[in-house]
Structures are given as structure tokens and as C-alpha cells.
């Protein structure tokens, strides 16, 4: 069953990282916009992309010829156009010097990164931990369909409160962490799918919390947090690694696909226009805005 509203979800995901980073090219709105707002947009990515593998497949067995549909199906979707922008980076960076431009700075010394999924620059830094999830999920297929979901649910809310308590100096963009806490976003969205029950009945009762996630979004800007608190030395970590902004994106995917007026809202045409073309223009607008 297609979820329409997550469509639309995935598409203001996608807008809240081109905004961000549209503000910080053009030093309009930083004070509201810094501090790397747009990571919340990839944080409801995250936690999208978890509960979709969840709700398709964990009560399908994961035998081999589901398997390898898994990995098709989830690769094909994310590299075609990653390793096109990594391959046309790498020549557009041996004309930078006459052309004084680039679509995303990746040069021949570093270009190993990026194509066995390492690590990426600038927005690419998500593909290599969405796919590193992908290699992930399996087990935790196959721990679901063998220990049940009990079980599951004990391991990742486990490795969840431990990334909570590590205290690590994280940051996504120096650590390809994927079971720290980038993991923890999508084991969220998996642990959503275990325990969310019918997708299909709609409440008005939902609509409410689903205001109230929006309305919440902007207070988690790292530049409201610190007017808030006084101080944030390390958005990345206190971002990552925080309750409240899992917290909040996991009750957003519920309430998304929960409420009646998520439904109209998400689900109307021009949103899931945005949602259809949300990866294209998560991957290219850096490009377009440095134009």
C-alpha cells in the first residue's frame, strides 16, 4: 500500500536542506538558518527511509531471492545519479582552474571515497550512510523473522540509549557512523514500522499532533536552540545524538501518515510532486544555488 503522504513529507525534507543551504550561500537569513539546520531535513529522511524497509519488507522472509530484490530495488534507486554527479565531478574539477567551477569538490586522490561508498562531500555525505544501512538491514530482517519483534526492539532501542549516553564528539560529516547516531534515526524509523499498527485508518485526533510537529521544526534550528539555551559549541553532536530531535522526527512520520490533514495536506498534488523529485533536488541544488 502507497503511503501518499509520505511523499509530501519527503519533498518538505528536501526543502528544508535547499533553504537552508540557500540562506547560507546567499548570507540571507543565517541567523535563522546556520548552524546546519538543513541536517534536521535529512534526520526525516532518515528515519523515512527506515520505516519504508520496515513496512515492506520485515513481514516478508528474508530468503535470498527477496534479498537481492531488497538490495536492487534500494540501490537502484539511490546510485545511478550519485555515481554520475561523483564521476562528473571528478572531470569538472580538471577544468576548474579555467572554468572557476565544480559541481562538488572531488579530486582523483579521493575519488576511491566516494565510489566504493566510504564517504562523500557536501550533500553526498548521505548516500554512503544510506547505503551502509542498506548492507545493515538484513540482519535485522532476519533477527525480526527468527526472534520475532520483541527482540528487535530490545537490540535497537538498546543501541539507541547507548548513543545516547556515549558522549562522543560526533558530527556526521567526520564520522561515517551508521550504527552511532546517523543509525539511530533509522532504527527509529524501523522501530516505528514494528509498532505502528494500520496504516490505513486516518484520525482527526492525529491532526493535532501532526500541527504541532511542523510547528516544532523551526525551534530545533540550532540558531533558536542557542538563542534558547545561551550556548550550542557542536550542533552536530548535540543534534545527532539528541532525544528530542528523534523524538520529534519519528512522531512527524507517524502523524504524517495518521492524520486526515497530513493526508490532504502531504498527499495533494503539488507535495508529492516535490516528493517525487525530492532526491534530484537534494543531490543537484547545490549546484543550482551556486550558480
Keep these: 500500500m502507497h503511503i501518499r503522504s509520505l511523499d509530501g513529507l519527503r519533498g518538505l525534507a ?9 540562506a547560507i550561500q546567499t548570507k540571507i537569513g543565517t541567523h535563522v538558518f546556520g548552524y546546519g539546520a538543513g541536517q534536521i531535513g535529512v534526520m526525516i ?9 520496515g513496512y515492506l519488507y520485515l513481514d516478508t522472509s528474508p530468503n535470498r531471492p527477496n534479498v537481492l530484490e531488497f538490495f536492487n530495488r534500494r ?16 572531470a569538472m574539477m580538471h577544468y576548474a582552474d579555467h572554468w572557476h567551477y565544480w559541481i562538488y569538490e572531488i579530486r582523483d586522490e579521493t575519488l576511491w571515497k566516494p565510489l566504493l561508498l566510504v564517504s562523500a562531500p557536501n550533500v553526498l555525505w548521505t548516500v554512503p550512510v544510506e547505503c551502509h544501512f542498506y548492507l545493515l538491514f538484513p540482519l535485522i530482517w ?5 526472534w520475532g519483534k520483541f527482540a528487535v526492539t530490545g537490540v535497537l532501542i538498546a543501541q539507541i540509549l547507548f548513543v545516547w549516553s556515549d558522549g562522543r564528539d560526533f558530527h556526521p560529516l567526520q564520522s561515517i557512523d551508521f550504527a552511532g547516531g546517523l543509525g539511530t534515526f533509522f532504527f527509529g524509523g524501523v522501530l516505528l514500522s514494528i509498532w505502528m499498527g494500520s496504516i490505513s485508518d486516518k484520525s482527526k485526533s492525529w491532526n493535532w499532533i501532526f500541527l504541532l510537529c511542523l510547528a516544532a521544526i523551526p525551534f530545533l534550528f540550532p540558531a533558536f536552540v542557542e538563542k534558547f539555551t545561551g550556548s550550542m559549541e557542536n550542533p552536530g553532536k548535540f543534534m545527532w545524538s539528541s532525544p528530542i530531535y528523534l523524538g520529534v522526527s519519528v512522531i512527524l ?11 490532504r495536506l502531504f498527499g495533494s498534488v503539488p507535495m508529492r510532486f516535490l516528493g517525487k523529485i525530492s532526491y ?9 544555488i551556486r550558480v
Excluded: Q, W
Excluded at 528544508?16 to 540557500?22: C, T, Y
Excluded at 529522511?45 to 524497509?53: D, I, R
Excluded at 540501490?75 to 571528478?90: C, D, G, K, M, T
Design 14 to 22: 528536501a526543502l528544508i536542506v535547499v533553504v537552508v543551504h540557500f
Design 45 to 53: 529522511f532518515f528515519v523515512l527511509s527506515g520505516f519504508l524497509m
Design 75 to 90: 540501490f537502484a534507486r539511490v546510485l545511478p545519479l550519485y555515481f554520475l554527479l561523483v564521476l562528473a565531478s571528478v
Design 142 to 146: 532476519l533477527a525480526f523473522n527468527r
Design 253 to 263: 512520520v507517524a502523524a504524517t501518515i495518521k492524520s486526515e490533514l497530513a493526508d
Design 280 to 288: 534530484s533536488l537534494y543531490l543537484l541544488h547545490g549546484t543550482y
